[in-house]
């Protein structure tokens, strides 16, 4: 199997280095053998259903996991034996809220600040630039309990970037955010990229996968491919065709036995790869009359991909929506 880490990522410039991490829960394996590079600038995306090994991944990173030396360095530093000198250059920002929702949106950015060492003036300084970035400067009196789900996310993302961190490391940064609170969000998230911030974050939707810099498909503990999302969709051999027929199985043998091509059987769909698909469909359909109830022809997509590199088609987790 090749090595899904992209070879243009030399290890000298990186600002992650993860180098042969496994970790287990008990007899469950979470980790098996990862090993990638992060650059400098980069905005990071760490793709996978649950159970893939990101978040947990994700919480070793984030210096709650305790590893052995010599896995994963950060800022050249190891994370196993410099581990306050590292949580000094990073800043996190988890799925579950973290917020006190007894205070309001000022007096939970000062209460982390002191866990920094930041007081007076430049805490003040620092807490006013970071509430106006995200929009809640003239909110920042009121209680936290009082604010939607996508404004207590504006909060939690002030506070973790309020230690101004090298490193900003979000588990799902979109939960609980409507389409276009998504987009206020990766606004913010690419701002935040061109000041030098390096981004590392978990996802489970595709067009937030499609907008990292790079991109790791993680499954069942494995890494299994990373690269740039355009790269990673190179890897499909030109067209996705999708075939919804009465009777799968025949369907898939007559394709086989006509075209020398095994197609995928996914959830009742019938799924191969062609180049110019849209030349193929016409034969595809001459050579199975009456099993095809509908076919479709698309670029690959990140979620193609994930079908590609493991079998299976990705499960979305649940999401629920509210506004930014």
């Not at 210096?63 to 010599?70: K, V």
Request: charged share 25%; glycine share 8%.
């Amino acid at each position: 199997m090749e090595n899904p880490q992209n070879s243009d990522s030399p290890p000298a410039q990186s600002i992650v280095e993860i180098r042969s991490l496994s970790h287990s829960y008990g007899r469950r394996l979470a980790l098996d053998d990862v090993s990638l590079s992060v650059l400098p600038g980069e905005i990071f995306g760490f793709l996978g259903p649950n159970g893939s090994g990101k978040t947990t991944l994700f919480r070793i990173l984030s210096t709650l996991i305790a590893i052995g030396p010599d896995h994963v360095r950060m800022m050249g530093m190891d994370i196993a034996t410099e581990i306050d000198a590292i949580r000094e250059h990073i800043g996190v920002v988890f799925q579950s809220p973290s917020l006190d929702k007894q205070l309001t949106a000022e007096e939970n950015l000062r209460h982390h600040g002191h866990l920094y060492g930041l007081h007076g003036r430049d805490l003040a300084n620092r807490i006013e630039e970071l509430l106006r970035r995200v929009g809640l400067w003239d909110r920042r009196k009121e209680r936290v309990e009082g604010f939607s789900g996508g404004m207590r996310r504006r909060v939690e993302l002030a506070k973790g970037m309020l230690n101004t961190p090298r490193i900003l490391l979000l588990d799902e940064p979109s939960t609980g955010l409507d389409p276009t609170a998504r987009i206020d969000l990766w606004n913010y998230l690419v701002d935040l990229q061109q000041r030098g911030v390096t981004i590392l974050l978990t996802t489970h939707l595709m067009d937030e996968a499609d907008r990292c810099s790079r991109l790791a498909i993680m499954d069942r503990g494995k890494l299994l491919a990373c690269d740039t999302p355009a790269a990673l969709k190179s890897r499909i051999g030109g067209d996705v065709i999708t075939l919804v027929s009465s009777n799968p199985p025949l369907a898939a043998k007559t394709i086989q036995d006509r075209f020398q091509i095994i197609p995928e059987a996914l959830n009742g769909t019938l799924r191969l790869e062609r180049a110019r698909g849209h030349e193929f469909v016409p034969q595809l359909i001459e050579s199975l009359p009456g099993l095809i109830d509908s076919v479709s022809v698309g670029k690959p997509t990140i979620e193609d991909v994930f079908i590609h590199v493991t079998g299976r088609k990705f499960e979305p987790e649940n999401i629920i929506d509210e506004k930014w």
